[in-house]
């Protein structure tokens, strides 16, 4: 009965420890992937010129930061960086996508349709982004109304 026991048990901690084993190796592919798919969307390059953008947008709206701008690109740069990005938008990547759905994104985004939506994409989301918001501005005056407005 003990030997029955022991076996049983040995049986069952060496298909958990596979089981943890292989968990381990699908998650490490598919960060391997994650890490693929950042190389070819530009990741990298995409984080600096949000860094920079950003620090340009603060100065442009406030023009008496202007000798301060290297100072604010530093700070931009410190946290919008690459290396503090990554690990975010790596785990975030894995929350929402199997490995064989990042797969499939980096085969498209080594197309010539996915690099150009790669490279329109930001161009593309800060338009829409303009122009909602001049929209709205535009009916301010609506929305204005309506919140003084009594109730019935």
Not at 35 to 60: D, I, N, P, W, Y
Not at 103 to 121: D, H, I, M, W
Not at 124 to 134: D, G, L, P, R, V
């Amino acid at each position: 009965m003990k030997l029955k026991f022991l076996a049983l048990s040995s049986v069952m901690m060496f298909a958990l420890i596979t089981a943890h084993a292989q968990s381990n190796s699908d998650s490490a592919q598919k960060y391997q992937q994650i890490e693929e798919l950042f190389k070819v969307t530009k990741l990298e390059e995409s984080c600096h010129s949000t860094a920079q953008q950003a620090a340009e947008q603060v100065v442009a709206q406030n023009k008496q930061l202007e000798n301060k701008k290297a100072e604010i690109e530093s700070f931009y740069a410190k946290y919008l960086s690459y290396e503090k990005m990554k690990p975010m938008m790596a785990k975030l990547y894995a929350q929402h996508y199997t490995t064989d759905e990042i797969k499939e994104l980096v085969r498209f985004y080594k197309t010539p349709a996915g690099q150009k939506f790669n490279a329109a994409s930001v161009s593309i989301a800060t338009e829409a982004f303009m122009a909602n918001n001049a929209l709205l501005q535009s009916k301010q005056q609506e929305l204005q109304n309506l919140i003084n407005q009594q109730n019935p």
